[in-house]
């Protein structure tokens, strides 16, 4: 690869970062999702992309999906505080959903 490659290729990879960290700032979870499954088909070991990915999925909804990211995350990055917390968020809401599921309040 050439200079010129590799520092085009780090353009559109802060390019990328930015807008999908637009997206999740705006809510746009959807977009959000697919802009970090391609970041990540680029560049597998990208924490921050599989913890942006986690999130996204979470918020959509998609527990089991989220979980898998973050794991992946931690599997990369044993030392992710990051993923800590927001698998404490993803447990709560099944928790929570479990719980309504059997009728049961916080």
Avoid at 56 to 82: I, T
């Amino acid at each position: 690869m050439t200079a010129f490659g590799a520092e085009e290729q780090s353009k559109l990879k802060r390019a990328q970062t930015l807008r999908a960290q637009q997206l999740a700032a705006i809510g746009d979870w959807e977009d959000a999702v697919a802009l970090n499954q391609a970041i990540l088909a680029a560049t597998p070991q990208d924490v921050a992309a599989l913890n942006r990915l986690g999130k996204a999925l979470s918020e959509l909804g998609r527990y089991g999906e989220s979980h898998e990211a973050y794991n992946r995350a931690l599997d990369v990055d044993p030392v992710n505080f990051f993923w800590v917390e927001e698998v404490g968020e993803t447990a709560l809401c099944w928790l929570t959903l479990l719980g309504a599921a059997v009728g049961v309040s916080r």
